[in-house]
């Protein structure tokens, strides 16, 4: 009786929350094994002519044994990527093409063997690289996955897409977040790429994990920059989430949050890309700039109008909880003209409610001045504000330059009810 033929042991299944990803970065590795050949021509073009000229040649072997492996002729592809490795046992090509060949073949120990040696050869190689990290990826050793997507990512221009989906659907297993942080902290180039696909590409958004791994680099020795913080705070301010996205920002900039609601209200720092950051913007008759205070007391915010001109939007985020409050700083227009026009107000940035105006005061011709203003802001009405700064184009020019200081927002005490109103019982 015939023996039945002998079944290779059955591979490892791809965890749920890896599987689309990871078919995808085979198509991509399909892509990337095409494009990336040897640089000589000779060898590439008609490899079999090579190996019969230059048959003591790895590369020339190597690049038949290529096509080969592109011709689906995988039998053929080992026998010639052996042959190269005898010729040349430290090509990590040829290694890489073996162990592809005998992958298909369903020789799983020899693959792994030849990718090995062909990943400690060469870090660069793209291919070994990407076939190890799904090698691990299926045996959920994470730190030994990540090493592999940090060495792809690193030997690539831009951080491939793809890899970046795998090491983020990867994360969402709670044993893979501490060899992806390790790497997060050595600051790679991928890391802000990372979080933008996380906060902005992902499908959805996998802001969570961002939050997370950003608070975790805040308590490190490389805290997130300034854009790694934005992608975040961004995309919580997009999805409406404007306490969260407060609280974040107090994370990240503690000390700049002990100010209060107001941060860099006297223009000490230059503007910055988070919604809680000024936004500084430039037009026809409109310059808005953090310069040199006049009086020389540190910087302050100059405003250059020529009165016509739209102006541009000057403003930052404020999420105020709900009460009375106080909005004040000090104003100095040079050249003795009226700047009434221009006022900072608090607006809502759902609704476009103004809840309070404050107007440069008149009196600030060529010396600083004061302004304040009191308001309310009641509850349900408004989950976030614009601290604006804000004036309507008119008919005549008028050139004005303004300066600002000091801006804050304070809260005071609620207002006392009105006299002779009836007491509650």
Not at 112 to 141: I, P
Not at 197 to 211: I, K, N, V
Not at 315 to 325: A, I, S, W
Request: charged letters at 20%; glycine letters at 8%.
């Amino acid at each position: 009786m015939t023996a039945p033929p002998r079944r290779a042991p059955p591979r490892p299944s791809l965890p749920a929350w890896a599987a689309f990803c990871l078919t995808i970065a085979i198509v991509w590795l399909g892509g990337q094994f095409v494009t990336q050949g040897l640089s000589d021509s000779a060898l590439t073009d008609d490899p079999g002519m090579a190996v019969l000229l230059r048959g003591d040649s790895a590369d020339a072997v190597t690049a038949l044994a290529r096509q080969r492996l592109l011709g689906r002729n995988n039998g053929a592809a080992a026998r010639l990527a052996a042959r190269a490795v005898r010729l040349d046992p430290m090509n990590a090509g040829a290694l890489t093409i073996y162990g592809f060949a005998e992958d298909q073949l369903r020789a799983p120990a020899a693959a792994n063997a030849a990718m090995s040696a062909a990943g400690e050869l060469g870090w660069r190689s793209v291919l070994a690289q990407v076939w190890l990290l799904r090698r691990d990826l299926l045996a959920r050793n994470y730190a030994a996955a990540l090493d592999h997507a940090d060495a792809v990512m690193r030997g690539q221009q831009a951080a491939p897409m793809i890899v970046l989906a795998v090491v983020a659907a990867a994360a969402r297993d709670p044993a893979a977040v501490p060899p992806l942080e390790r790497h997060l902290s050595a600051a790679p180039a991928w890391r802000q790429p990372f979080f933008s696909f996380l906060c902005l590409s992902a499908r959805p958004p996998a802001t969570d994990l961002a939050r997370a791994l950003l608070y975790d680099l805040a308590r490190g020795p490389t805290p997130p920059t300034e854009n790694e913080q934005a992608v975040l705070l961004a995309r919580l301010v997009g999805d409406r989430q404007y306490e969260a996205a407060a609280a974040a920002w107090r994370v990240f900039r503690p000390r700049a949050a002990a100010k209060g609601f107001v941060y860099d209200g006297d223009f000490e720092s230059a503007p910055g890309p988070t919604p809680f950051d000024w936004s500084l913007r430039q037009g026809a008759g409109w310059l808005a700039a953090i310069a040199d205070s006049p009086d020389g007391r540190g910087e302050a915010l100059r405003v250059d109008y020529d009165g016509v001109s739209p102006p541009q939007p000057l403003r930052k985020l404020v999420v105020l909880p709900p009460g009375r409050y106080r909005l004040s700083g000090r104003a100095e227009v040079e050249g003795g003209r009226s700047a009434g026009s221009l006022a900072w107000t608090v607006d809502c940035l759902t609704t476009n409610d103004v809840f309070a105006r404050a107007p440069t005061p008149e009196g600030a011709n060529g010396r600083w001045s004061p302004f304040a203003v009191t308001f309310d802001l009641p509850a349900g009405r408004c989950p976030a504000e614009w601290l604006e700064l804000t004036t309507e184009a008119g008919d005549l020019r008028k050139d004005l330059a303004v300066w600002y200081d000091d801006l804050a927002l304070a809260p005071l005490p609620a207002a006392a009810p009105a006299r002779g109103a009836a007491k509650a019982r």
